[in-house]
């Protein structure tokens, strides 16, 4: 039979999560931060993080139309103060107009 598993009781999460929020408190400009929010995990934690510490901040979606409804409906019920951003299709091309001009984008060329 084989020994317990020891449990780890702190791995210093806590510790890294204040570190975070320090340095989001110092580096605050004046007019707030402006969080790039797409849903996603990283978006979600960084949106977390700036809540925590209380500084000033909005947050925006850049819809460009090509997303999946459950993302658009996920953030729409869980986050109500992100707004969204919608390109001007006559300034500006749609993503599916742009890439027949310049190609989808990838790792070496990223444009969306």
Request: hydrophobic share 35%.
């Amino acid at each position: 039979m084989m020994g317990k598993i020891p449990i780890r009781k702190n791995l210093g999460l806590e510790k890294t999560e204040e570190d975070a929020l320090c340095f989001i408190r110092e580096y605050e400009p004046p007019e707030g931060f402006y969080l790039g929010f797409s849903g996603g995990k990283d978006s979600i934690v960084v949106y977390d993080l700036v809540k925590k510490a209380g500084v000033k901040f909005k947050a925006y979606y850049s819809d460009t139309g090509i997303e999946p409804p459950e993302l658009i409906g996920f953030i729409k019920r869980n986050y109500q103060d992100v707004e969204f951003l919608k390109p001007n299709y006559k300034r500006h091309r749609s993503f599916f107009g742009m890439v027949p001009l310049i190609g989808a984008p990838n790792i070496f060329r990223r444009w969306c």
